[in-house]
Protein backbone atom coordinates (compact mmCIF):
# COMPACT_ATOMS: atom_id res chain seq x y z
CA UNK A 1 0.00 0.00 0.00
CA UNK A 2 1.93 3.59 -0.97
CA UNK A 3 2.47 5.69 1.59
CA UNK A 4 1.25 9.73 1.58
CA UNK A 5 2.27 12.30 3.36
CA UNK A 6 -1.17 14.28 4.99
CA UNK A 7 -1.53 17.27 5.81
CA UNK A 8 -3.80 18.21 8.61
CA UNK A 9 -7.59 17.05 8.29
CA UNK A 10 -6.10 15.63 4.86
CA UNK A 11 -6.87 11.84 5.39
CA UNK A 12 -9.85 11.86 2.88
CA UNK A 13 -7.43 12.69 -0.16
CA UNK A 14 -5.17 10.85 1.64
CA UNK A 15 -7.14 7.36 1.76
CA UNK A 16 -8.52 8.17 -2.21
CA UNK A 17 -4.60 9.18 -3.41
CA UNK A 18 -4.02 5.21 -1.61
CA UNK A 19 -6.48 3.66 -3.63
CA UNK A 20 -6.02 5.14 -7.04
CA UNK A 21 -2.47 4.21 -6.50
CA UNK A 22 -3.09 0.30 -5.28
CA UNK A 23 -5.37 -0.01 -8.59
CA UNK A 24 -3.07 1.76 -10.86
CA UNK A 25 -0.18 -0.87 -9.22
CA UNK A 26 -3.01 -4.13 -9.74
CA UNK A 27 -3.77 -3.05 -12.92
CA UNK A 28 -1.31 -1.92 -14.83
CA UNK A 29 -2.99 -1.54 -18.27
CA UNK A 30 -5.31 1.80 -15.91
CA UNK A 31 -2.00 3.62 -16.49
CA UNK A 32 -1.71 5.63 -13.65
CA UNK A 33 1.11 7.76 -14.33
CA UNK A 34 1.24 10.10 -10.58
CA UNK A 35 2.79 8.91 -7.18
CA UNK A 36 0.43 8.61 -4.44
CA UNK A 37 1.49 11.57 -2.92
CA UNK A 38 0.87 13.63 -6.37
CA UNK A 39 -2.37 12.24 -6.55
CA UNK A 40 -3.06 12.96 -2.88
CA UNK A 41 -1.94 16.85 -4.29
CA UNK A 42 -4.39 16.54 -7.20
CA UNK A 43 -7.12 15.30 -5.31
CA UNK A 44 -6.90 17.75 -2.07
CA UNK A 45 -7.60 20.34 -5.02
CA UNK A 46 -9.99 18.43 -6.86
CA UNK A 47 -11.88 17.68 -3.56
CA UNK A 48 -12.08 21.24 -2.35
CA UNK A 49 -10.60 20.06 0.88
CA UNK A 50 -9.98 22.06 4.36
CA UNK A 51 -6.42 20.85 5.06
CA UNK A 52 -3.23 22.01 6.68
CA UNK A 53 -2.57 24.00 10.77
CA UNK A 54 -5.82 25.40 11.63
CA UNK A 55 -8.01 23.74 9.18
CA UNK A 56 -10.79 22.47 10.95
CA UNK A 57 -13.47 21.60 8.08
CA UNK A 58 -11.34 18.44 6.03
CA UNK A 59 -13.05 16.78 3.04
CA UNK A 60 -17.37 16.82 2.61
CA UNK A 61 -18.63 13.69 1.47
CA UNK A 62 -19.95 15.41 -1.66
CA UNK A 63 -16.90 17.03 -3.05
CA UNK A 64 -15.01 13.37 -1.91
CA UNK A 65 -16.98 12.12 -4.55
CA UNK A 66 -17.20 14.32 -7.17
CA UNK A 67 -13.64 15.21 -6.85
CA UNK A 68 -12.36 11.37 -6.96
CA UNK A 69 -14.85 11.34 -9.88
CA UNK A 70 -13.13 13.92 -11.43
CA UNK A 71 -9.66 12.50 -11.15
CA UNK A 72 -10.78 9.24 -13.12
CA UNK A 73 -12.01 11.26 -16.05
CA UNK A 74 -9.88 13.93 -16.22
CA UNK A 75 -7.01 11.30 -16.32
CA UNK A 76 -8.53 9.16 -18.53
CA UNK A 77 -9.27 6.17 -16.14
CA UNK A 78 -11.12 3.25 -16.43
CA UNK A 79 -12.45 3.41 -13.21
CA UNK A 80 -16.16 3.62 -12.40
CA UNK A 81 -17.84 5.99 -10.60
CA UNK A 82 -17.74 6.03 -7.11
CA UNK A 83 -20.52 3.67 -5.07
CA UNK A 84 -21.82 4.46 -1.42
CA UNK A 85 -22.17 2.23 0.38
CA UNK A 86 -23.16 0.55 4.32
CA UNK A 87 -23.34 -2.84 3.10
CA UNK A 88 -20.17 -4.76 4.17
CA UNK A 89 -20.80 -7.68 1.87
CA UNK A 90 -20.61 -5.51 -0.78
CA UNK A 91 -16.99 -4.38 0.28
CA UNK A 92 -16.05 -7.64 1.04
CA UNK A 93 -17.27 -8.63 -3.17
CA UNK A 94 -15.58 -5.42 -4.02
CA UNK A 95 -12.23 -6.11 -2.20
CA UNK A 96 -11.98 -10.15 -3.64
CA UNK A 97 -12.25 -8.08 -6.98
CA UNK A 98 -9.43 -5.83 -6.86
CA UNK A 99 -11.87 -3.05 -6.54
CA UNK A 100 -10.51 -0.58 -4.05
CA UNK A 101 -12.46 1.12 -0.52
CA UNK A 102 -12.66 4.12 1.69
CA UNK A 103 -14.48 4.34 4.84
CA UNK A 104 -15.90 7.31 6.66
CA UNK A 105 -16.43 7.10 10.47
CA UNK A 106 -18.14 9.46 12.80
CA UNK A 107 -16.17 9.43 15.85
CA UNK A 108 -19.69 10.38 17.84
CA UNK A 109 -18.94 13.00 20.92
CA UNK A 110 -17.87 12.65 24.68
CA UNK A 111 -19.12 14.62 27.63
CA UNK A 112 -16.43 16.13 29.86
CA UNK A 113 -17.25 18.54 32.52
CA UNK A 114 -20.85 19.07 31.17
CA UNK A 115 -19.82 20.03 27.83
CA UNK A 116 -20.48 17.75 25.23
CA UNK A 117 -17.79 17.61 22.18
CA UNK A 118 -18.14 16.51 19.05
CA UNK A 119 -15.12 14.66 17.96
CA UNK A 120 -15.43 14.61 13.75
CA UNK A 121 -14.89 12.28 11.74
CA UNK A 122 -11.79 10.60 9.67
CA UNK A 123 -11.71 8.68 6.44
CA UNK A 124 -9.16 5.83 5.35
CA UNK A 125 -8.44 2.91 2.93
CA UNK A 126 -10.04 -0.16 3.79
CA UNK A 127 -7.44 -3.27 2.78
CA UNK A 128 -9.40 -6.30 4.33
CA UNK A 129 -12.67 -7.37 5.73
CA UNK A 130 -13.22 -10.01 7.97
CA UNK A 131 -16.95 -11.21 8.77
CA UNK A 132 -17.42 -13.02 12.63
CA UNK A 133 -20.92 -15.17 12.71
CA UNK A 134 -22.55 -16.58 15.57
CA UNK A 135 -24.92 -19.59 14.38
CA UNK A 136 -24.12 -18.79 10.84
CA UNK A 137 -25.37 -15.14 11.24
CA UNK A 138 -23.07 -11.72 10.70
CA UNK A 139 -22.30 -10.89 14.88
CA UNK A 140 -19.33 -8.64 14.34
CA UNK A 141 -17.65 -6.97 10.84
CA UNK A 142 -13.75 -6.11 11.63
CA UNK A 143 -12.75 -3.92 9.46
CA UNK A 144 -8.54 -3.45 8.35
CA UNK A 145 -7.28 0.35 7.30
CA UNK A 146 -4.63 1.92 6.49
CA UNK A 147 -3.80 5.65 7.33
CA UNK A 148 -0.89 8.23 8.18
CA UNK A 149 -0.71 8.56 11.90
CA UNK A 150 0.96 11.83 11.62
CA UNK A 151 -0.71 14.00 10.10
CA UNK A 152 1.21 17.00 9.42
CA UNK A 153 4.84 15.49 10.38
CA UNK A 154 6.16 15.57 7.22
CA UNK A 155 6.60 11.79 7.35
CA UNK A 156 4.85 8.96 5.02
CA UNK A 157 4.46 6.73 7.18
CA UNK A 158 1.67 3.87 6.96
CA UNK A 159 0.12 2.99 10.02
CA UNK A 160 -2.56 -0.45 10.03
CA UNK A 161 -5.27 -0.42 12.28
CA UNK A 162 -8.36 -1.95 12.63
CA UNK A 163 -12.20 -0.99 13.41
CA UNK A 164 -14.79 -3.58 14.98
CA UNK A 165 -18.64 -2.82 13.96
CA UNK A 166 -21.96 -4.46 14.60
CA UNK A 167 -24.04 -5.54 11.95
CA UNK A 168 -25.89 -2.30 12.49
CA UNK A 169 -22.77 0.17 11.83
CA UNK A 170 -22.28 1.45 15.44
CA UNK A 171 -18.41 1.43 15.82
CA UNK A 172 -17.38 -0.57 18.93
CA UNK A 173 -13.21 0.02 19.46
CA UNK A 174 -12.99 3.18 18.56
CA UNK A 175 -14.17 7.18 19.45
CA UNK A 176 -16.84 7.67 21.70
CA UNK A 177 -20.59 7.94 22.29
CA UNK A 178 -22.38 7.48 18.88
CA UNK A 179 -19.54 6.59 16.92
CA UNK A 180 -20.63 5.08 13.75
CA UNK A 181 -19.70 4.27 10.16
CA UNK A 182 -21.06 7.02 7.98
CA UNK A 183 -20.26 4.76 4.34
CA UNK A 184 -17.80 3.05 2.62
CA UNK A 185 -16.50 4.12 -1.02
CA UNK A 186 -15.77 1.59 -3.55
CA UNK A 187 -14.45 2.07 -7.41
CA UNK A 188 -13.98 -0.87 -9.36
CA UNK A 189 -12.10 -1.39 -13.10
CA UNK A 190 -14.05 -1.16 -15.92
CA UNK A 191 -13.32 -4.32 -17.89
CA UNK A 192 -11.41 -3.75 -20.98
CA UNK A 193 -13.97 -4.80 -23.99
CA UNK A 194 -12.07 -8.09 -24.77
CA UNK A 195 -12.59 -9.12 -20.75
CA UNK A 196 -16.56 -8.24 -21.54
CA UNK A 197 -17.39 -10.28 -25.21
CA UNK A 198 -15.41 -13.16 -23.26
CA UNK A 199 -17.56 -12.72 -20.17
CA UNK A 200 -20.68 -12.47 -22.52
CA UNK A 201 -19.16 -15.88 -24.51
CA UNK A 202 -19.13 -17.72 -21.41
CA UNK A 203 -22.39 -17.19 -20.56
Known sequence: IPSVNESDNGCAPGAAARSIRYLGNMVPSLNVTQSAQQIYGTLTNLMQSDTGPGSSNGTKIANFISGKNLYFTTNNLAIAPTVITTNFGQVVSALNSTGD??????????????VTNYLGGHAVMVTGVTTVYTNGVPYRYFVDVVQDPLQGSGSTTNENDRYEFDTMGNLLNKGGTGARINNFRIETVVPEPATVELAALGL
Do not use: A, L
Open 101 to 114: VEIGVNWGFEVVGG
